[in-house]
C-alpha cells in the first residue's frame, strides 16, 4: 500500500481557494512544515520564482521533482489569495531519519556487505545513519541482501526487519528511528547436479551449457537462483526452435506458459535435500520434429508489394523454420510499415504443419491500418537545456506522418549533442489517427570543475585543472578553460563555441593556448613553445553534411633540438598563418561510441601566401571511419587517414612544410605496439598512410569495451618516394580495453600492442595509455 501512495502522491496535488483562473501570476512562495530541510535547498528544485504564471503541468513537475530529493513523505501544493496577492504555498512533511542501523543474525555474511546494500548509488538505495528513511528502499535493500545471500548459496535466508521511533537527543531535530535487520542464514545448498531425460537432438552437456545455472565445481560456486532457472528453461526452448524444433516443450510446457507456471515448474524440477545440503536438477524435454518451410503466403497488403516485404525478411522456403529469426522478421515488417506511418498495423501469422513430413506453411494476414499523424511534439525532462536546443536536432514536424525512422534519427541526434544520459521516445494518443510525440530526456551535468593528475603515455605524468561548461546557458554553448601542467608539456587554453550562432545552423568556434612541450613529449626530439588562436565558422548543409573554414595563427619557438634532428629544424622563432576548408559527413548512429555508420572528413590547409607567416604549403587529409555490426555486441570498426603535404614558392617565406604540420606515425594514436614516431623519416614525413582495424565487444553499453586491433602505417618524404607498386605499411596487432567514466563521455584507452616488424620491435609489446578513442 506504501508503495502505491508513493507513486500517486506525485501526479496530484490540492488547489484551494477561488482562483480558478488560467493566468495567474505568483507574487509569493511560502513553504511550510520544513524542520532538517534547508528553505533554499527546497526553493533550488522547484521552478517557481516570485512574477511567474501559475501552470498545472510544472506544479506536478516540481512535486516530482521534490520527492526525488528523497527526504520528503508527503507534499501538498496550494494557491491562495490574501491581501490581493497570489501566494503558492508548499507543505511539506518530511521523512523521519536513522539514527542507527542494527544488524543481528549474520554470522557467514560481514556487516559492511550487509550495509553496502543499503547504500547503493546505482540503485538509488541510500540508507545510512543521518539519512532520511525510505521503507519502500528498505525493501529494495532486503531483496538485494536476500538475493546476495543466495549467491553465496545460503538459498533458505531469512531477513526481516523491524523500525523503531525514538526520542532524539537535543541536538537532533525532527522525527528519527533505528532500523533492525534479523537474519536467519540457514545452511549453504549448492546444486549438486543437473540431468535431462527424453532429449536426443541435443545432448546434455549442450543443454547445460545453455544454461547459467551450473553445477558445483572448480571456480563454479553451484548457486540456485529461481528467476535465472526459468529463464534457462525459456532458453534451451529457443536454442530448440532456433534449430527448426518449434514444438519441443519442457516437461508438457510450452514457451509461453513457463513463466506462468515457474512455482509449479520449480516444485516440480529442482528437488532440494535439506540434509545433505544439495539440490538436484532434472529436465524433461520433449523435443517434437524439426521443420522447414514450404510456403510463405502474404495477404492484405497494398503499401508493399509482396517482392519487397520477402526482401526485409531472413526466413526462406526450403531453408530449416527458426521461430526466433521469423518473430525479428515480423518486427521488420512492422517497422516498415512504421517508416510510412502506419504505426497502428497487424501482421496476424499462422501456421499450417505437415507432421508427417516435417513442413510447415506460414500466411501472413497483414492489416495495414491508417496513416498516423503527430499532433504535437513534447519535450520533457529538460530543465536546463532550453526546448530549442532539442527542437532544432528533430527530423519531424507536427502534421508529418509518423516515421519510425525519421524519430529514431532524431533520438539519436539529441543524445549526440552530449548533454543527456538518456533520450526516452513515447506517445500519447489524441484521436484515432493522431499523436503526440514525445522526446523525454534525462539530463547529465555538463559543467565540470576539476583539478587532478594523471598520466598517458604521450604526455607522461600530468596534472591540471579544467574548468567546462558544455551546455552554456542551456543553449548548447560551450566555453573551456584548460591548465595542464607536467613533466613534458605544460599549456593553457580558452575555448567557446557556439553551435547555432543566431539560431541558425551555422557556428562559431574560439581558441586561444599556449603549450610548452619538451623533447621527450611524444619522441619529438625538441622543445617547442607555441602560442595563438583560430577562429572557425561551420554550416550545417543537413542531417550528415557539415562545411567548415578554419583561420588559425600561430608563433612556434625551437630549442634544445637532438642531434639528429639538427638538419631537419633550426632553433628559431617562427610563425604560421592559415586557412582550412573542411567538409565533413557524418552518418554514425553514436558520435561517442558507435555502433554503426560512415563517418568521413576532407581538408585542405594553405598556409602562408597572402595569408603571411614564414611558411608556405598545402597540407590536404582526409580521414574515413566506418562501422559495422557483426553479430551479439560485437562491432566491426575500419579506420584510414591519409595525407599529402608540400611547399610552394612565394615572394617570401619557406617553401616548405614546418615540423608542427608535418606526418608521423607509430605509437599511441597512429600505429599501435611501435614507439612513438618511429616509423617514416626521423623529421617527419609529407606524405602518410595509416589503417586501423577494431573487432569490438560491448560488454556495458556505452560504458566498457573490449578490443582486439590490426593497425598498419608509415610515412615517407614526399609523395613521390612511395613504391607504389608494394607501399609498405607497417603491421601491428594487439587488444584493448576502452572505460567511459559513466555519466560523461570521457572514454579512457588502455591497449596493448605488438609489432609485426621485427626491425622495429619492442620486447614484449608495448601498452599506450590515453584519453579518447583512436577514431
Known sequence: MLRKILYVLPIFFIISGNILA????????????????????????????????????????????????????????????NDGKNILIYEIKEKPRINKIIIKGNKEVGEGDIKGKMDNEEKKIKLKENEYFDEYNLKKAIID???????????????????????????????WVNIEIE????DKIKVKK?????????????????????????????????EKFIEDL?????????????????????????????????????KIDKENKIITINIPVEEGIKYKVKSIEIAGNEIYSNEELFEKIETKVGNTFNKIQFDKDILSLKSAYAEKGHIFSQINDIYFYDDDIGEIKIKLNITEGPVAYIENIKIRGNYETQDKVIRRELTINPGDAFDSAKIRKSQEKIYNLGFFDNVLIDTEQVDIDRLNLIFEVVERKTGTIGLGAGYSSLEGLVGYIQLTKSNLFGEGKTFSADVQFGNQKKSWQLSYKDPWLFDTPTSLGIDVWNVFKNQYYNNQGYDL??????????RRFNDEQQGYITYRYQEDKYSNIIEELKDYIKEEKSSISSITPMYIYDARDDIFDPNKGLYSNLSLQIGGGYLGGDYNYFKFLWDGRYFVPSFWKFIWAFHARIGNAWGYEWNYGNPYVPPTEKFYAGG??????YEERALGPIGGGDFTIITNIEYKLKLVERILTLALFYDSGNCWDNFNDVNWTNPYLYPSAGFGIRLTIPGTVMLIRLDWGYALDPTKRIEGGKIHFNIGNIF
Open 183 to 186: 537474519i536467519e542464514e540457514g
Open 145 to 175: 541482501i536476500e538475493n546476495m545471500y543466495k549467491e553465496k548459496n545460503f538459498y533458505y535466508a531469512k531477513i526481516d526487519y523491524k523500525i523503531t521511533k525514538i526520542e532524539p537527543e537535543k541536538d537532533k531535530k525532527g522525527d
Open 668 to 673: 599511441t594514436d597512429t600505429v599501435r605496439g
Open 234 to 270: 525459456k532458453n534451451i526452448l529457443n536454442a530448440y526452435y532456433e534449430e527448426g524444433y518449434i514444438k519441443a516443450k519442457i516437461n508438457g510446457w510450452t514457451f509461453g506458459e513457463i513463466e506462468m507456471n515457474k512455482m509449479k515448474i520449480i516444485d516440480e524440477l529442482v
Open 194 to 226: 543437473i540431468s535431462a531425460t527424453g532429449n536426443q537432438v541435443f545432448s546434455v552437456d549442450k543443454i547445460k551449457g545453455i544454461m547459467k545455472t551450473k553445477e558445483e565445481g572448480w571456480f563454479v560456486s553451484g548457486v540456485f537462483d529461481e
Open 529 to 538: 613553445d607555441t602560442y595563438g588562436f583560430d577562429l572557425s565558422f561551420g
Open 22 to 81: 488560467q493566468d495567474i501570476i505568483i507574487d509569493e512562495i511560502d513553504i511550510k512544515g520544513n524542520i532538517t530541510v534547508d528553505e533554499k535547498e527546497i526553493l533550488q528544485n522547484i521552478s517557481y520564482t516570485p512574477g511567474m504564471l501559475y501552470s498545472r503541468y510544472k506544479t506536478r513537475e516540481d512535486i516530482k521533482n521534490l520527492y526525488k530529493i528523497g527526504k520528503f513523505d508527503d507534499i501538498k501544493v496550494s494557491l491562495k489569495e
